[in-house]
């Protein structure tokens, strides 16, 4: 969840917090209290008496919250001790959705727990079957541990503590089969960057600790991710992988550079580019594609292409059969004997014959099958039977809702591979990470602007003025050359 909200006090912020507390199912706005409610500090809260934008980001995915609507009531505290509280927001919070089977049997159980412990134990007999269906998991042995180390401990404990420990259990389990290990280096990865705050907040100590954690998760993350891609995408003609993954030498050139700046005193630009990059890597994962999505994603394009030519030769034989539905009707008028469809017939078998495979490519491939496709085949069924018949006009009908109803049908499969393409590299030219791909313009591309020369040169001659205190310990001189050599 990606919250941007705005702070102002004439003494100054110290903190704020958010309250998030859900509502009762089936209420659309606040109005009956909830014991059960959220807090959720916000750091960087703190300003110095002037109106400050702040964005956080917050992962509730696994809160038992996800996908509930809840309100949402923002805090501030100020210097003198005040708090002032905003108006209630009602949205939903977000909620993960699993592709994986057993990862979705999973999430299924830990929710039924978590919105009724009291009865989380009936839940038991579901994690045991589960767990038994090794085929169903490819015989994951951590899956398997997991699941039976889940199984017996709510068979001897069904405390409130069991079943919260349970439920983390069969989460991190459905991440596992999902993502593989690609969630957790984002986890570890959020940890970095807020290590990494806070010692931007508590001055130059742990400052260089933290960024060599950071730069180390970084390259953790970006390993995994191009690992996820190379499994579910495959290599382009020109040798370049259609997902791109961010070369780490931008990333890893921010991370230095808020050190830098950190060390420079300059916390607030330190701060901004934190925010940069917090919006970078947020913005990778999401854009993150499961090999199920890509496959769905290839199923939805080969069926609008098979549609595409499918619909056109649909389009001809229609054109055909009203030709010769005109020729037989002047044929009568003159006497003469009718025919002509026993070909257009077996034309019009074929095109059902190709739509069936349509058909059973999108459900191979996991895609929902828009209900045009089942009218058109219908249709198309009806003007088979019509021509069999040698009944022109019960074909033309036939025919021309099978067209209709194909368009309609192709139509949909753009709108969900467009969808779909969301995870991919944009229209704009730029990769999920906000890369310009290979052979497209990268004007407008740049990296966060560097220090410029007049600030860069006020620094080293406040450093030189330092170091030319003949007060300073050893240990500060080693400290300010350090420093120099940065610059």
Known sequence: MRLTYVVNDDYGVTDASLTLVPLPEGAQAPGTTSDDRLEIALRGAQTRGEATSLVVYEDLTAHPFAGRLVTAVLSATDAAGQTGKS?????????????????????????????????????????????????????????????????????????????????????????????????????????????????????????????????????????????????????????????????????QQMIRQMRDLAAAGEMDAAKAMLDQLRDIMENASANSMTAEDYERMMA???????????????????????????????????????GGFDSLGAKQQGLSQRL???????????????????????????????????????????????VRSLDEAKGALEQMLEQAMQQMPSGNGLDPLGRPQPGMNTRGFELPDMLDARQVERILEELRQRISNPDLSDEERQYLRRLLRRF
């Open 87 to 251: 108006d209630a927001l009602v949205f939903r919070l977000p909620e993960r959705v699993f592709s994986h089977p057993v990862a979705k049997e999973l999430v299924a159980i830990r929710k039924d727990m978590l919105v009724s412990p009291a009865r989380a134990s009936r839940e038991t007999d579901r994690i045991d079957r589960v767990s038994r269906a090794l085929d169903a998991y490819e015989g994951d042995l951590t899956v398997f541990a997991a699941l039976r180390s889940a199984y017996w401990r709510m068979n001897s404990d069904s405390s409130r503590k069991a079943v919260a420990e349970v439920g983390e259990i069969l989460w991190e389990t459905a991440l596992r089969l999902e993502d593989g290990q690609m969630s957790l280096a984002t986890r570890s990865l959020r940890d970095a960057l807020d290590q990494f705050e806070e010692a931007l907040e508590g001055g130059e100590d742990g400052l260089d600790q933290a960024t060599a954690a950071l730069e180390a998760m970084m390259q953790q993350f970006l390993s995994q991710m191009a690992r996820q891609q190379s499994e579910t995408a495959p290599m382009r003609t020109d040798g370049t992988q259609r997902m791109q993954v961010v070369g780490s030498d931008m990333l």
């Open 300 to 338: 939805a394009s080969r069926a609008a292409e098979a549609l595409e030519g499918l619909s056109e030769d649909q389009r001809t034989l229609l054109n055909q059969t009203s030709r010769q539905t005109l020729v037989n009707r002047l044929r009568e008028k003159n006497g003469q004997p009718q």
């Open 356 to 402: 069936g495979d349509i058909l059973q490519g999108l459900g191979d491939g996991g895609m929902e099958v828009p209900g045009g496709l089942e009218q058109a085949l219908q249709a198309m069924e009806d003007a088979g039977r019509a021509l069999s018949e040698q009944s022109g006009p019960g074909a033309i009908r036939g025919q021309a809702e099978a």
